[in-house]
């Protein structure tokens, strides 16, 4: 018995082993430095020729935003007029101001209070700003705070660097756009402080374009898997994508 565990403490302590070589070789081969770039008017130009493509001013006239992010089953109403959020996730849901961090919340149909209330509503803010973010990320890109550099690929093509400075919710995280010949997104790489491992590429596909001209992207693929986003529906007002009723109602009378 006492030669068996020894016998399986070395073929663990070697599996343990190949995995930590596995796992640092794997790091040296993904892990890419942040590039360096270089600030002024040509990366204004391109930021102006992405946001043209993805036609910046009807995203800002957009009155209502409606999707799904299919990984963590997040729904999401975002009443962009009125800046609040309709989120839903599991049993539950937020109806949310992002502006003052304050809202409703329910779980399994139920209205919570004090506390249990607060927890769900930050939750739900959380995952609005996470996962619109994921969507919608191009038309960022002059958020405030933000800086934007060229930079040049080894085949000679510019890539557009936004790097989201001090007042933003992820200071320092960086995102490299590659563009195509008409400034459209096709992959951004990025650099998080979430993630261990920089320059992480993703591409963007499955553009849609939703009433008024708005571009938007319902696809992150890797080539090993993807992240969707369903029933991407977006207008002028809550009837525009078929909702009769005011939603955020209650969270306005609370």
Known sequence: MKKFFKRLLKITAWILGILLVSGTIGYLVLDKKLPEGVEGAEAEALTDKMLAAINKPAW???GVLEFTYFKGGHHILWDKKR????VEWS???????????????????VKLEG?????????GITWFWNDSFWLIAPFKARDPGTIRKT?????GTKSLLVTYGGGGRTPGDSYLWHLDANGMPNAWQFWVKVLPIGGVRLGWGDWQTLPGGTKISGLRSSGLAD???????????????GITEDVFAPLLTK
Do not use: C, R, Y
């Open 60 to 62: 800002d006239s957009l």
């Open 83 to 86: 800046n609040l959020v309709k």
């Open 115 to 123: 506390e249990a209330a607060d927890k769900v509503v930050q939750k």
């Open 151 to 155: 930079v040049t690929n080894d085949d």
């Open 227 to 241: 992240l969707k986003f369903k029933d991407i529906k977006g207008g002028q007002t809550l009837a525009d994508i």
């Open 91 to 109: 049993d539950n849901l937020a109806l949310a101001d992002p502006s003052t961090m304050t809202g409703l919340a329910w779980e399994d149909g």
